[in-house]
């Protein structure tokens, strides 16, 4: 048999199938178009869910942006904050008596209470250290010391740690209470 004998062979017969049966080919050709269709509609609810998924994460990061903007900019400032606080801390207690520097005293006390004012508008809060035990996800052991207290205690605070909103901004330097020897 040659190619062409097969071709002719094959057209014969498809040409016999379909007189033979028009009412199958046409059921054929709907089931088709009926599976088709259902594959399109298909790819359409996945298309639709993938787009949805998509918005809603866009949303999310865009949300996540507004609210976290500021965190570059709130760790640098925290160093200011912590160096007003020394500063407070550094002057003797005559000296805050003293009518020579109680303007001084007192601008720098309520520069102190206006950053606090500010960080707590913007979602910034101190986290709490002394007498907690320790939080890996909140404080950062420096080191640990003799204490009677439980092992594992905040017995000392070397610099405050902070929080933006849910966030970690920057986490409390500690002393640790270790445990009897």
Same mark, same amino acid.
């Given at each position: ?15 016999? !199938? #379909?007189? *033979?049966?028009?009412? /199958?080919?046409?059921? +054929?050709?709907? %089931? ?6 259902? @594959? ?30 500021? !965190? #570059?900019? *709130?760790?640098?400032? /925290?160093?200011?904050? +912590?160096?007003? %606080? ?6 003797? @207690? ?30 910034? !809060?101190?986290? *709490? ?53």
């Amino acid at each position: 048999m040659t190619e062409d004998t097969i071709e002719t062979d094959a057209e014969a017969l498809r040409e016999e !199938t #379909a007189q *033979a049966s028009p009412e /199958l080919a046409e059921h +054929d050709r709907a %089931a088709q178009l009926e599976a088709e269709l259902a @594959e399109a509609r298909q790819a359409v609810l996945y298309a639709q869910a993938e787009v949805q998924n998509v918005r809603r994460r866009a949303e999310k990061e865009a949300a996540d942006a507004r609210t976290y903007a500021a !965190t #570059a900019f *709130a760790r640098d400032i /925290l160093s200011v904050a +912590d160096n007003l %606080a020394r500063g407070l801390q550094a002057i003797p @207690e005559e000296l805050r008596g003293d009518d020579k520097f109680k303007g001084l005293v007192v601008g720098l006390d309520a520069t102190g209470r206006e950053l606090e004012s500010v960080f707590q508008r913007h979602g910034i !809060t101190k986290i *709490a250290a002394l007498g907690e035990m320790l939080d890996p996800n909140k404080h950062q052991a420096m080191l640990e010391m003799p204490s009677d207290q439980a092992p594992g205690t905040i017995v000392q605070e070397m610099q405050s740690g902070y929080m933006i909103r849910d966030r970690l901004l920057r986490p409390a330097l500690v002393g640790v209470a270790k445990a009897g020897e």
